[in-house]
């Protein structure tokens, strides 16, 4: 068994001669390798009982010889691929399962049935152009460009793609390359597998939007640990729905690209006591991503909720057909302008950015103090304090952030709402963050009158949302706006609002009633 790290990254055909070219290429070649053609065979069972269990297994012929590939789940953040592997000499269309070590992997095909129920379920088909790359200080990087494509039955997709693949050294070799690469060749990461592919492909499988996967902490994790498991998982939740963003026009994908946004955000702020680094460019950056994704996200909700309750409302209103059709124009406009965003240079230059940050073994305060108010002792470092412990430290002080605004909803301005929603929504993602460090019961109590606080803050603001959608297509439209429409739209969004701070009290009083679920564990 052995692990794999690799970053894979996807390039245009066009740009292949560039990338052959290129200085850095030049600078470390110490061995270039003839160009190889490889064929894969993916097995399966029909029920795709190895993918659901996050296997892929193959026969690779490579030459004259066959190699039985086993791999298990890993994971991958910001395109590094880190998975265990498995492999063997064997021959044609032979699977040696036996001979298989692993007590879990002997587990798994312990089952007879299982066994009998393999068969291929697509194959990969493509020529490997490689080099190595060496550096004075050891590192050693496998560079290879795969293209080729992948094939099941009559469908086929295509692979051209950059692996760089460690030998030797660190990780933050490997994306010092992809940087210096991605600054002359607009190439993209790749949280994808040719696997994933190839059983997309066999399966006609779609992309389905992602919500956040709970985040697991083990109980002596240190702070610092706490924060790279955190940020990998906000980034990984970021990059599975981009990619919907990329291919599809469904509007979960671009709700949930922007909660990863905000997650990742909230994230470098909770752990920035620990870490070194470009934090506030990393920060800026993901700012500008959210302001991209502001107006999508905005007119599909105008567009799919709002105006159809209306017009259900009022059917034959000529005013709200016209509005509807104005409202469509702007939401595909902007559609655009977030789907630019995430195939943007930009974008992958900040997925880089952040994977080279956690590959760097510099990117914390070592000698750090903890943050004021932290209750652990000085003499240790910030960073190698529990988490658990700096979780409840972080989790107090954004709580009382959220108490601090007001003892009654109904008395605040909608400013000074807004304030307390956007702490609310610091606090739920921080106590997602942790939660997995404390009893499930009280997190979920806690969590809930969170949330409910958050919703019913947020669909009081829609009238402030809806006002500044209708001044954009008052500005856009050539036809003036016409007062009874616009009557007719905040009216029924001041009505929701007011009938929403009717039940906002109760839900204040039940999150102040919530007791905090990091006290007394």
């Not at 590959?359 to 304090?385: V, Y």
């Not at 658990?388 to 000074?416: C, M, N, Q, W």
């Not at 709402?417 to 499930?440: D, G, M």
Request: aromatic share 6%.
């Amino acid at each position: 068994m052995s692990n794999e790290t690799e970053l894979k990254l996807l390039i245009d055909p066009a740009h292949i001669r560039l990338l052959w070219r290129h200085p850095l290429l030049k600078a470390h070649t110490r061995q270039k390798l003839r160009a190889q053609p490889l064929l894969s065979v993916y097995y399966d069972t029909p029920e795709r009982h190895l993918h659901k269990s996050r296997a892929a297994l193959r026969l690779r012929q490579v030459g004259q010889r066959w190699i039985q590939t086993l791999k298990t789940a890993g994971n991958v953040t910001a395109g590094l691929h880190h998975r265990p592997e498995w492999e063997q000499l064997t021959q044609p269309d032979t699977l040696r399962l036996d001979d298989l070590q692993d007590p879990g992997l002997r587990k798994l095909f312990a089952d007879e049935n299982l066994r009998l129920a393999l068969q291929p379920v697509f194959t990969t088909r493509f020529s490997r152009s490689r080099r190595m790359l060496e550096w004075p200080d050891g590192d050693i990087v496998e560079f290879a460009l795969d293209r080729g494509e992948i094939r099941s039955g009559e469908y086929c997709l295509p692979i051209v793609e950059v692996e760089l693949e460690l030998k030797a050294g660190t990780p933050a070799r490997l994306y010092d390359i992809a940087r210096a690469l991605q600054q002359d060749i607009p190439l993209r990461v790749s949280n994808v597998s040719k696997a994933e592919r190839g059983y997309r492909l066999a399966d006609n499988g779609m992309l389905l939007p992602n919500k956040p996967s709970p985040v697991l902490l083990r109980d002596k994790v240190t702070a610092a640990d706490a924060c790279v498991i955190v940020i990998q998982d906000c980034v990984a939740h970021l990059q599975r729905n981009a990619e919907g963003v990329e291919e599809t026009d469904q509007p979960e994908f671009v709700h949930q690209v922007r909660v990863a946004t905000r997650r990742l955000r909230a994230a470098l702020k909770v752990f920035s006591a620990l870490a070194a680094g470009p934090l506030e460019w990393l920060q800026q950056e993901l700012r500008w991503l959210g302001q991209e994704l502001n107006g999508a996200r905005n007119w599909d909700v105008f567009s799919t909720r709002t105006l159809p309750m209306i017009q259900a409302a009022i059917p034959d209103d000529a005013g709200l057909a016209w509005l509807a059709g104005q409202a469509d124009e702007l939401r595909q406009r902007n559609r655009t302008r977030a789907r630019e965003a995430v195939c943007s240079a930009r974008f992958q230059r900040v997925l880089l950015d952040i994977g080279a940050w956690l590959a760097n073994p510099d990117w914390r305060h070592e000698n750090a103090e903890p943050p004021a108010g932290f209750s652990g002792t000085r003499d240790t470092p910030a960073s190698a304090q529990s988490a658990k412990a700096f979780g409840s430290d972080v989790l107090s002080r954004l709580h009382r952030k959220v108490r601090k605004h007001t003892d009654s909803i109904a008395t605040l301005t909608p400013e000074e709402r807004h304030a307390v929603r956007i702490a609310a929504k610091k606090l739920r993602y921080a106590s997602q963050f942790f939660a997995s460090l404390y009893p499930a019961r009280n997190v979920r109590k806690y969590l809930s009158a969170v949330e409910r606080l958050q919703d019913v803050l947020g669909e009081m603001n829609d009238t402030v949302t809806t006002t500044i959608l209708l001044n954009e297509i008052q500005s856009a439209s050539e036809v003036p706006l016409q007062n009874h429409v616009k009557g007719i739209v905040l009216g029924w969004a001041m009505a929701r609002a007011q009938v929403r701070m009717r039940s906002a009290e109760k839900t204040w009083q039940s999150f102040v009633d919530s007791a905090p679920f990091w006290r007394g564990d």
